[in-house]
C-alpha cells in the first residue's frame, strides 16, 4: 500500500499537542462482497452484517490526536487457503513475499511502519487484537503501552486476592482463574470509580471503571505476566460494559478511560469514511487494486480531517478522541464485536 501515513507528517499542526496523548488504534473492518473472484474473499466474520459471510476484510492503523484523528494506514487480510492457492494469488497478482499472517500481525506491522515516522506511546484495539498474548507481549517488548478489548470469558486471577492454605501455619494460595465478567460482578461497589473521560456538547462524559493487577493465561494455557484489568462502565440507565487488558502499571483510571474512548472514535471514523468518501465502494479484484483504492482514500479522508479543521468546524469529537455520540457509545452502524474462541456470534461485550 503507498504510505499514505507520510502525508500526515507533513502536516504537523494537525497533530499538535502533547505527545503522551498521541494514540495509535488498530481495527479490523469488514467488505462484504459477492463471488469468490476478488482477492482474500472468504466467508468469515462480516462485523457490518453482524455475522459470518463472504467478504474481504482489512486490517486498519488510525492516529488520534487532541484536535483530530484519520486513518493511516491498512492492509489486507489473506486467511490460510487464500494464501496457499497459487492460482488464485496468480489471479489477484498477490506479490510473493505476502504470506499468510494473523490479523494481529499485520497490525504490528502497520504499528512498526508508523512508528518510524509519528510519535506515540499509546495503543488501543478491540478484542481481536486484545485476546492474542503474543501481540500484547510483543508490544510490551517494544515499550509500547496498550488499553486492548478482550471477551467477557477470559479466564484471569486477581493478584490482591489469596486462597486459605492448604495446611495450618501454610502459606495463602494464589486464587483460582474465572472469567473477567463473574470476576467483576462479585467486586464491592468500593473497588469502583467514576471517571470524567471529558467535557461533550450535552455536558461531562463520566464512566465507573474497575481496576487491579491480574494475570491471565495464554492461547496454551500457560500463565502470562502481570497486568492491569480495567473493567469500563458507561453511566446510563442500561450501561454497556467493556473489559480490557493494560500493561499501563502508572496510569490513572481517567487515562485509561480515554484511551480507550480513542477506539470508539475510529470505529465512527471507519463508518464516516465509508460513507463520506467510499472506503467500501470499489469495483477491483487485485491485491495491487485494493491497496490503491485504500491509498486514496485514506488521503481523501486525510484531506476532509484537515479542511475541517482550517475552517474552524468542529471535528468529531473535541479533542479528537470520541466521535459525535457518547464517548464510549458504539458508532450506529459500528462492527459489533466477536466472542471469545470464535469467529462470530454474540458480541464479546456484557450489555
Known amino acids: 500500500m503507498g504510505d499514505a501515513h507520510f ?8 497533530l499538535a499537542g502533547s505527545e503522551t496523548r498521541n494514540w495509535l488504534v488498530l481495527d479490523p473492518s469488514a467488505f462484504p462482497k459477492k463471488g469468490v473472484a476478488s482477492c482474500g474473499v472468504a466467508r468469515q466474520w462480516c462485523g457490518c452484517l453482524g455475522k459470518l459471510d463472504n467478504c474481504q476484510v482489512g486490517v486498519f492503523l ?3 490526536a487532541p484536535r483530530g484523528k484519520t486513518l493511516l494506514d491498512a492492509r489486507l487480510y489473506l486467511d490460510q487457503d487464500w494464501a496457499a492457492d497459487a492460482k488464485r494469488r496468480a489471479a489477484t497478482y498477490v506479490p510473493a513475499a505476502v504470506n499468510f499472517a494473523e490479523k494481529w500481525r499485520l497490525g504490528l506491522d502497520l504499528l512498526d511502519r508508523a512508528r518510524a515516522t509519528l510519535a506515540g506511546d499509546w495503543v488501543a484495539g478491540d478484542d481481536e487484537f486484545g485476546r492474542c498474548s503474543e501481540l500484547r507481549a510483543a508490544l510490551r517488548l517494544r515499550r509500547l ?3 486492548l478489548d478482550v471477551p467477557c470469558n477470559t479466564l484471569v486471577r486477581d493478584l490482591s486476592e489469596r486462597r486459605p492454605a492448604t495446611r495450618p501455619g501454610g502459606s495463602p494460595r494464589l486464587p483460582v482463574f474465572e472469567r473477567v465478567d463473574r470476576w467483576a460482578a462479585r467486586q464491592p461497589a468500593g473497588r469502583w470509580r467514576k471517571v470524567k473521560v471529558r ?8 464512566v465507573r471503571v474497575l481496576w487491579a493487577t491480574v494475570q491471565t493465561k495464554d492461547e496454551d494455557g500457560k500463565v502470562g505476566a502481570r497486568e492491569r484489568v480495567a473493567v469500563l462502565k458507561s453511566c446510563e440507565a442500561q450501561p ?7 500493561n499501563a502499571q502508572r496510569a490513572r ?17 471507519l463508518q464516516e469514511a465509508k460513507g463520506e468518501i467510499g472506503l467500501g465502494h470499489y469495483e477491483v479484484r487485485s491485491w495491487t487494486g485494493w491497496h490503491h483504492h485504500m491509498t486514496l482514500s485514506l488521503l481523501a479522508l486525510w484531506f476532509l480531517q484537515t479542511e475541517k479543521l482550517r475552517l474552524g468546524k ?7 478522541a470520541a466521535g459525535a455520540a457518547d464517548l464510549h457509545g458504539t458508532a450506529a452502524g459500528a462492527e459489533p464485536q466477536r466472542q471469545a474462541g470464535g469467529s462470530g456470534g454474540e458480541p464479546s461485550v456484557a450489555a
Open 253 to 269: 483510571r481517567g487515562e485509561i478511560a480515554r484511551v480507550h474512548g480513542a477506539r470508539h472514535g475510529v470505529e465512527e471514523l
Open 145 to 147: 503501552l496498550y488499553v
Open 7 to 14: 502525508q500526515i507528517e507533513k502536516t504537523p499542526h494537525f
Open 62 to 64: 488510525a492516529y488520534v
Open 199 to 206: 467535557d461533550g456538547a450535552k455536558g461531562p462524559r463520566w
Open 314 to 320: 468542529k471535528n468529531a469529537g473535541g479533542d479528537g
Open 240 to 246: 454497556q460494559t467493556w473489559y480490557t487488558l493494560s
